[in-house]
């Protein structure tokens, strides 16, 4: 049985008064056992949410792969752990795109966390041009392979994939089941070759890409995907906890 997650992903977003009302609606809300709901928030507000969860796990949205030293601006993986942190999102996107992490660096942050007993939220997922052309697998193909190189095959069940579509990033445009299940099952696939079918078979794979109430059951229901990483939706606390349920009714 793999583990069902619910994720939200604050990116950027939010100040203490909003950390304040989400925690105080997180903390009185009623999670299902079956799913597990992660919150990330800026790295500036991890310790104040860690210290007020009591519903949720916490997770970072970027990390170092380093232990510590000369590395300005930068959090490693044992001050994640000290502040708290169980989950660490990996080769967002946003990173990849904006900030020109590659996917040897996101190897090493991904290997890093899994060495500290963090677990690493690995995404990946293709640009609207990469699913036009038709290439888009080979594309995911490669994050994964590349992104999990640098563990022992044992370990990979260690890490929770997240595919996350660009084109459905904030856009409002989901993808559709379907077309989400697709690749799913191509990523569970390139596991399965690289690790075989009993590591593949216990990874959790979440999708993202403008997650809402109204999406999240008939997603979370496909065989391949097993809960969600969410972005705006997570800033709205109904709309969350409404998400988490969805993921509870399919559990
Ligand atoms: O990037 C995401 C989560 O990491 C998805 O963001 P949205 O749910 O806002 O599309």
Redesign the pocket.
């Not at 990483?229 to 997570?234: H, I, K, Q, R």
């Given at each position: 049985m793999r583990d069902l997650i619910v994720a939200g992903?604050w990116?950027m977003n939010g100040n203490r008064q909003f950390i304040d009302e989400m925690m105080s609606g997180l903390n009185k809300a009623i999670f299902s056992e079956s799913v597990k709901v992660v919150v990330c928030p800026p790295s500036v507000y991890l310790l104040d949410v860690s210290q007020k969860a009591k519903t949720v796990k916490v997770g970072a949205q970027n990390m170092y792969f380093e232990d510590g030293g000369a590395f300005t601006g930068e959090l490693s993986p044992s001050m994640l752990i000290d502040v708290g942190c169980s989950y660490v999102?990996v080769g967002?996107?946003?990173r990849r795109e904006i900030f020109a992490e590659e996917d040897v660096l996101v190897a090493k942050k991904v290997s890093a966390a899994v060495r500290h007993c963090l677990t690493p939220i690995l995404?990946v997922g293709e640009s609207l041009e990469h699913r036009n052309s038709g290439q888009f697998f080979d594309v995911i193909a490669r994050q994964v392979k590349i992104g999990l190189s640098l563990l022992n095959a044992e370990n990979f069940a260690d890490v929770v994939v997240?595919y996350?579509p660009i084109w459905?990033?904030?856009?409002g445009q989901t993808a559709s089941p379907a077309q989400a299940q697709e690749v799913h099952e191509l990523i569970r696939k390139v596991i399965t070759e690289l690790a075989g079918e009993n590591v593949s078979e216990r990874i959790s794979i979440l999708y993202?890409?403008?997650?809402n109430a109204a999406s999240a059951q008939e997603l979370f229901s496909q065989p391949d995907i097993d809960g969600g990483?969410?972005?705006?939706?997570?800033l709205k606390i109904d709309e969350f906890i409404a998400i988490c349920s969805a993921a509870a009714e399919v559990a």
């Open positions: 992903n990116k999102v967002h996107s946003e995404c997240a996350e459905a990033i904030g856009t993202g890409g403008s997650v990483l969410v972005g705006g939706a997570s």
